[in-house]
């Protein structure tokens, strides 16, 4: 197992490139050299490559080969007049903490490959003359781990057919394309995604947010989409879930949705609960482009919450089974939209949904103590449809806040919007627990007049979605009360 190392300013390719005092100057040095299981690639922070980097051999389970980089300073950059990182046929390979921009093709492309690891790379402004920005194609066991990508042509992550995907802590900006998702899934299975920011708000005339197409067991989960014709399009799936998701800003068409499956081949086996979806178009849509007959079965819609909609929280007009029951719906959404001849069937049954009018809840006044590492505030709340009452809110250094008083248990609690968005999303709490939310201290308080002043956040009544045991508080920021 050797280290190699490669310095854009101070190598040379005649060096030995195994210590950081003799490295390469170029990547053409290391593909000249038969890379052995175990082996290590390390590029020198700052350096600069204006070339493709071929990876030719693979690596082991127990002994990948890994590409990354030394030093103090910038990542180093990989530029390209073709793709960034380009192999066939290699598995086992690691690449970490890299920066790949201004590339023609592709930053990564992988073609028939297997047990890849890219995690904490940077990629910018790739697919300059070929729509790409992470491509891998054939294979199997593929994780993409805190990477960021912005501003590229063409889909920020297009994988096909690879058993195996696992997508988490990533970050995907503005996939430019009228053909570009943020991410394509197409005939992969075994698929996870989790923890990721998808935005396609600043895209140019992008298609949609996350695409999944003919998808085996997946799980798509704690994902923040915004923007698009569309936030989650899994066709022609099984076994698919799709679980506590914030999914808005979608729109542009007629049939924009927030999650759209029963198009493109058989769908069976959905449960899609727990998202958030708002301020776009249709909710669910369970729909097709054309009238070919697929089957739509088991498709169970559940405990969501929908707000700021134009259209219908649920659509369905193509032959299906399921259920629609136990959702939060804004009292200006419409409910359903199901077509007569599937009511009449009763193969989609709708029940228990809630309907939540939003009220208003003032901060008349405020007052923080420090105690070790709680802060401790005092909030006199005014609410619309609840008597005054003052409350406590218990704020943790780490960022977690409570509010604690029984006169509001029994009921639930939804946060919103509070000012410039702070609220980025409902949070039901459970019916005697405490009522908890997202909340930007710094936002709340330091820059709306101090405390003391009144500040306004909405609530409403609606079906808890938590079991007594979870925890209500969410992250905060107490940044804003601690001077």
Do not use: C
């Given at each position: 197992?050797?280290?190699?190392?490669?310095?854009?300013?101070?190598?040379?390719?005649?060096?030995?490139?195994?210590?950081?005092?003799?490295?390469?100057?170029?990547?053409?040095?290391?593909?000249?050299?038969?890379?052995?299981?175990?082996?290590t690639v390390l590029l020198a922070a700052g350096s600069v490559f204006n070339e493709q980097f071929d990876i030719k051999y693979s690596g082991t389970v127990s002994a990948p080969i890994t590409i990354g980089s030394y030093g103090v300073g910038d990542a180093p950059v990989i530029h390209s007049p073709g793709d960034g990182i380009h192999s066939l046929y290699a598995s086992n390979i690691v690449i970490e903490n890299i920066?790949?921009?201004?590339?023609?093709?592709?930053?990564?492309?992988?073609?028939?490959?297997?047990?890849?690891?890219?995690?904490?790379?940077?990629?910018?402004?790739?697919?300059?003359?070929?729509?790409?920005?992470?491509?891998?194609?054939?294979?199997?066991?593929?994780?993409?781990?805190?990477?960021?990508?912005?501003?590229?042509?063409?889909?920020?992550?297009?994988?096909?057919?690879?058993?195996?995907?696992?997508?988490?802590?990533?970050?995907?900006?503005?996939?430019?394309?009228?053909?570009?998702?943020?991410?394509?899934?197409?005939?992969?299975?075994?698929?996870?995604?989790?923890?990721?920011?998808?935005?396609?708000?600043?895209?140019?005339?992008?298609?949609?947010?996350?695409?999944?197409?003919?998808?085996?067991?997946?799980?798509?989960?704690?994902?923040?989409?915004?923007?698009?014709?569309?936030?989650?399009?899994?066709?022609?799936?099984?076994?698919?879930?799709?679980?506590?998701?914030?999914?808005?800003?979608?729109?542009?068409?007629?049939?924009?949705?927030?999650?759209?499956?029963?198009?493109?081949?058989?769908?069976?086996?959905?449960?899609?609960?727990?998202?958030?979806?708002?301020?776009?178009?249709?909710?669910?849509?369970?729909?097709?482009?054309?009238?070919?007959?697929?089957?739509?079965?088991?498709?169970?819609?559940?405990?969501?919450t929908f707000d700021d909609l134009t259209q219908a929280a649920l659509k369905v007009d193509r032959p299906a089974s399921g259920a629609f029951h136990d959702n939060a719906i804004a009292s200006d959404v419409t409910p359903y939209s199901i077509s007569p001849a599937i009511i009449a069937a009763g193969t989609f049954p709708v029940s228990n949904n809630t309907t939540f009018e939003d009220t208003e809840f003032r901060v008349?006044?405020?007052?923080?103590?420090?105690?070790?590492?709680?802060?401790?505030?005092?909030?006199?709340?005014?609410?619309?449809?609840?008597?005054?009452?003052?409350?406590?809110?218990?704020?943790?250094?780490?960022?977690?806040?409570?509010?604690?008083?029984?006169?509001?248990?029994?009921?639930?609690?939804?946060?919103?919007?509070?000012?410039?968005?702070?609220?980025?999303?409902?949070?039901?709490?459970?019916?005697?627990?405490?009522?908890?939310?997202?909340?930007?201290?710094?936002?709340?308080?330091?820059?709306?007049?101090?405390?003391?002043?009144?500040?306004?956040?909405?609530?409403?009544?609606?079906?808890?979605?938590?079991?007594?045991?979870?925890?209500?508080?969410?992250?905060?920021?107490?940044?804003?009360?601690?001077?």
């Amino acid at each position: 197992m050797t280290t190699y190392y490669v310095n854009s300013a101070t190598g040379s390719n005649s060096n030995g490139g195994t210590s950081a005092d003799t490295p390469f100057a170029t990547f053409s040095a290391v593909e000249a050299l038969k890379l052995q299981p175990g082996d290590t690639v390390l590029l020198a922070a700052g350096s600069v490559f204006n070339e493709q980097f071929d990876i030719k051999y693979s690596g082991t389970v127990s002994a990948p080969i890994t590409i990354g980089s030394y030093g103090v300073g910038d990542a180093p950059v990989i530029h390209s007049p073709g793709d960034g990182i380009h192999s066939l046929y290699a598995s086992n390979i690691v690449i970490e903490n890299i920066k790949i921009s201004d590339t023609e093709g592709a930053a990564i492309y992988g073609g028939t490959v297997s047990n890849w690891t890219v995690r904490n790379v940077e990629i910018d402004h790739t697919g300059l003359s070929r729509s790409g920005s992470v491509t891998f194609r054939t294979g199997s066991n593929l994780t993409i781990e805190n990477t960021t990508i912005n501003d590229v042509n063409g889909d920020g992550m297009w994988i096909e057919k690879i058993n195996g995907v696992t997508l988490v802590n990533n970050t995907v900006t503005n996939a430019h394309g009228t053909a570009a998702d943020a991410i394509q899934i197409n005939d992969s299975s075994n698929i996870f995604i989790s923890g990721n920011t998808l935005d396609q708000t600043g895209a140019s005339t992008p298609k949609g947010v996350l695409t999944l197409i003919r998808p085996v067991n997946a799980v798509i989960e704690d994902n923040v989409l915004t923007g698009g014709g569309f936030g989650i399009s899994a066709q022609a799936g099984t076994n698919i879930t799709i679980h506590d998701n914030d999914i808005s800003g979608y729109g542009g068409y007629s049939w924009s949705y927030g999650i759209g499956l029963g198009d493109s081949g058989d769908t069976r086996d959905y449960d899609i609960a727990g998202n958030y979806i708002h301020d776009g178009v249709w909710g669910v849509s369970v729909s097709s482009a054309g009238t070919t007959s697929y089957v739509r079965e088991n498709i169970d819609v559940h405990n969501n919450t929908f707000d700021d909609l134009t259209q219908a929280a649920l659509k369905v007009d193509r032959p299906a089974s399921g259920a629609f029951h136990d959702n939060a719906i804004a009292s200006d959404v419409t409910p359903y939209s199901i077509s007569p001849a599937i009511i009449a069937a009763g193969t989609f049954p709708v029940s228990n949904n809630t309907t939540f009018e939003d009220t208003e809840f003032r901060v008349a006044s405020l007052n923080a103590q420090v105690s070790g590492e709680t802060v401790h505030v005092t909030a006199d709340l005014t609410t619309t449809g609840h008597d005054n009452q003052k409350d406590k809110i218990a704020l943790d250094k780490a960022g977690h806040a409570n509010f604690l008083d029984d006169s509001v248990f029994g009921e639930t609690l939804q946060l919103r919007h509070f000012g410039h968005d702070v609220f980025d999303r409902h949070e039901p709490t459970p019916k005697g627990g405490d009522h908890g939310a997202a909340v930007d201290f710094a936002d709340l308080f330091a820059d709306k007049g101090g405390l003391g002043e009144s500040h306004h956040l909405e609530i409403a009544d609606a079906a808890s979605h938590h079991g007594e045991a979870d925890a209500a508080g969410t992250p905060g920021h107490p940044d804003g009360l601690l001077h």
